[in-house]
C-alpha cells in the first residue's frame, strides 16, 4: 500500500512540476485551471472520506460472511453508483457557469468563461472517481488494499505524457499573462487529459476485482440492501463531509481573490503573489506523509477496529488506537521538518521555469511551511476519528469536524476582511495547521471520555522524543542548506536541478543524522518503523 502511494505521490509531484512549467505557478490560466479541476476532486474528498471508506466498509465486511461472499451486496451497490454518480455528475456539469461563477471572486468574464470552458472538460471526473472510490473500498473489504493505492499512478503517468506533449506543441511558459495567446485547443487538451486520467484510474481497478472472484452483475434491486439503516449512518458523514467540503470551497472562493489582485499587478511583483494554484500545491507536497504513513496504516487499523467493536472486544480498541498513533511519529515528524528547513528549494521544483521561478519559489515557500505545522495533528486527528467510524458512530465525527470547520472560517472571513490580497493565501494556510491542532485536541477529549485511556501519554513522549531528534537532524540540514545559498536566493534556487541537488544533499544529510540519533538513544519505535522496510531487502536477516 505505502509503495503504491509513494510512487503514485512522486508522479503527482513531477505532475506539478510539469503543469507549472506549462502554464506557470502563479498566473491566472494557473488558478483557473486549478480552480476547475479541484471541484471534482472534493467531491471525491466528500464520498471517498464519508459514505465509501467509512460506512459502507463495515457493511461490504458484514456481506462478506454470506455464502456468496458478499456478491450480489456488491453488484447492487456498484450499480447504485453508477446511478447516482451519473445524474450527479450530468446535473453539476450543465451547471458549470453558476459554480464557477459561485466559487470565485472578484473574477473579471474572461477569467469566468476560461473557467467555465475548463469546468465542461473537468465535472465528468466525478462520476468515476465515484466508480473508483466504491470499486477501491470493495477491494479493500476483501483484503486487496494495494490496488487502490496503486491506481492514481496510472492517473499520473497519463496526465505526464499529456502535460509533456502539450509543452512540446506549444512551448512552455516564460513570462506575461498565458491568458493573452489562450485557446480552446488548450483548453481541451489539459483538462481533457486530466478528465482521461481519472476514467482510466477507475476501469483499472476492474481487473484485481475480477481475480477476486467475486460474481458481479449490475442490479438494480435495491430493496433489502439494508439502505435505511445505512441511510442513517451516511446521514451524519455525508453531513460532516458537506460542511467540510463546503469550507473547502469557500477558502478556495476567499483564496481566488489573490488571482484577481494579480491582474492588476506589475508582472514582477505579480510573481509573488501565491493563489489558489500555489496553495494546493503546498498542501498536495505536506499531505504526503500522512497519505503514506498515516492514511496507510489507518485503512488497515480500521478494518481491525470494526472487528473489535463486532466481536464485543472494545478493550482492544485503544491498544490498536496507541499503536498506530505511534508508528507513524518517526516518519511524520521528520518529514515535518523536512518540509520547514527545505520549503525554498521544494518551492522551486513546482515554481516553473519562468522569469520569475525564483519569486515564485519565495511565495511558494512561505505556504509550505505554514501547512508543515500542523500535519503531526492532522494524522493523529485522523486516527482519533477512524475509531469512531468504526463503532458506525458517525454524528460525533460530524460535530467535530463542523465545529472545526465552522472556527476555520470565522478565522478566514475575517483574513479576508483584514489581509491584503497579496498575502490571503498565507492566512488560510496559516488556518489550516491552527485548525489541525485545536480539532486533534478536540478530538483526544472526546475520545478519552468514551473509551478511556488509550495511553497518551505514551504517544506525546514519542512525539517529544522523536522531535528533538527531528530538530537537531533540522539544523544540520540549515546548515548544509546554508552552504548551498538556500538563505539568499543562490545554489539551491538558481535552476531546477539545483535544486533537486540540494534538496537531495539536504534532505539525506537529515536523514543520516536523524536514524543515527534515533538508534543511539534506543528509541523502540525505530524497529517498528524500520523492521518491514528492511525485511523487504533481499538477504536481510533479522
Not at 81 to 98: D, F, H
Not at 418 to 426: N, R
Not at 475 to 489: E, K, R
Amino acid at each position: 500500500m505505502a509503495s503504491g502511494t509513494l510512487v503514485s505521490r512522486l508522479l503527482g509531484f513531477v505532475r506539478t512540476a510539469l503543469l507549472a512549467m506549462a502554464i506557470g505557478s502563479v498566473t491566472s490560466v494557473a488558478d483557473i485551471f486549478e480552480k476547475a479541476n479541484v471541484i471534482p476532486t472534493i467531491i471525491y474528498m466528500l464520498l471517498a472520506g464519508g459514505v465509501f471508506n467509512v460506512v459502507l466498509i463495515p457493511q461490504l465486511i458484514k456481506a462478506s460472511k454470506a455464502k456468496d461472499r458478499g456478491a450480489s451486496y456488491t453488484s447492487k451497490l456498484i450499480s447504485l453508483t453508477v446511478v447516482v454518480m451519473g445524474i450527479l455528475t450530468l446535473i453539476l456539469t450543465l451547471g458549470a457557469r453558476p459554480l464557477i461563477t459561485a466559487l470565485t471572486n472578484n473574477w473579471s468574464e474572461p477569467m469566468i468563461v476560461l473557467g467555465t470552458a475548463f469546468a465542461y472538460w473537468s465535472l465528468p471526473q466525478i462520476f468515476f472517481y465515484g466508480l473508483y472510490a466504491v470499486l477501491g473500498q470493495v477491494l479493500n473489504a476483501n483484503g486487496r488494499f494495494a490496488a487502490f493505492m496503486w491506481a492514481p499512478a496510472i492517473n499520473n503517468i497519463i496526465q505526464l505524457v499529456v502535460i509533456g506533449a502539450f509543452i512540446v506543441t506549444f512551448g512552455a511558459y516564460t513570462s506575461g499573462d498565458p491568458m493573452q495567446d489562450w485557446s480552446s485547443l488548450k483548453t481541451m487538451w489539459l483538462a481533457g487529459g486530466a478528465t482521461l486520467g481519472i476514467v482510466m484510474q477507475s476501469l483499472v481497478l476492474f481487473w484485481p476485482l475480477k481475480k477476486v472472484g467475486l460474481k458481479l452483475t449490475l442490479d438494480f434491486g435495491w430493496r433489502g440492501m439494508g439502505l435505511r439503516h445505512v441511510g442513517k449512518l451516511a446521514i451524519w458523514t455525508l453531513a460532516a463531509m458537506v460542511i467540510g467540503n463546503l469550507s473547502s470551497l469557500l477558502y478556495s472562493k476567499i483564496v481566488s481573490g489573490a488571482t484577481a489582485a494579480r491582474a492588476q499587478m506589475p508582472a514582477e511583483q505579480a510573481a509573488s503573489v501565491a493563489g489558489e494554484y500555489a496553495l494546493n500545491t503546498s498542501q498536495l507536497i505536506t499531505v504526503l506523509p500522512h497519505s503514506l504513513f498515516a492514511l496507510t496504516v489507518a485503512t488497515v487499523l480500521f478494518n481491525d477496529f470494526a472487528r473489535a467493536f463486532a466481536e464485543k472486544r472494545v478493550n482492544d480498541v485503544g491498544q490498536l488506537l496507541n499503536r498506530g498513533m505511534r508508528s507513524t511519529a518517526i516518519p511524520i515528524v521528520f518529514c515535518t521538518i523536512v518540509f520547514i528547513v527545505l520549503a525554498g528549494p521544494l518551492g522551486r521544483l513546482f515554481a516553473g521555469s519562468s522569469e520569475n521561478a525564483a519569486q515564485a519559489a519565495g511565495a511558494l515557500g512561505q505556504l509550505l511551511v505554514l501547512t508543515s505545522l500542523g500535519l503531526p495533528f492532522k494524522s493523529l486527528q485522523f486516527f482519533m476519528l477512524r475509531v469512531f467510524y468504526a463503532e458506525e458512530d458517525t454524528r460525533t465525527p460530524m460535530l467535530i469536524q463542523t465545529a472545526t470547520a465552522a472556527l476555520g472560517l470565522v478565522l478566514a472571513f475575517s483574513a479576508a476582511a483584514l489581509v491584503d490580497p497579496m498575502h490571503i493565501a498565507a492566512a488560510i494556510a496559516f488556518i489550516y495547521g491552527l485548525t489541525n491542532v485545536l480539532g486533534c485536541i478536540g478530538t483526544h477529549y472526546l475520545v478519552k471520555r468514551r473509551y478511556g485511556s488509550y495511553g497518551v501519554t505514551s504517544v506525546i513522549d514519542t512525539y517529544v522524543r522523536v522531535g528533538w531528534m527531528a530538530t537537531i537532524a533540522g539544523a544540520v540540514g540549515s546548515l548544509v542548506l546554508w552552504l548551498l545559498g538556500g538563505f539568499s536566493f543562490g545554489f539551491a534556487y538558481s535552476s531546477l536541478i539545483n535544486a533537486i541537488i540540494s534538496i537531495i544533499l539536504v534532505a539525506g544529510t537529515m536523514g543520516v543524522v536523524y536514524i543515527g540519533l534515533l538508534h543511539k538513544t534506543k528509541v523502540p519505535e525505530l524497529d517498528g518503523f524500520l523492521g518491514p522496510i528492511l525485511r523487504r531487502i533481499p538477504g536481510f536477516k533479522r
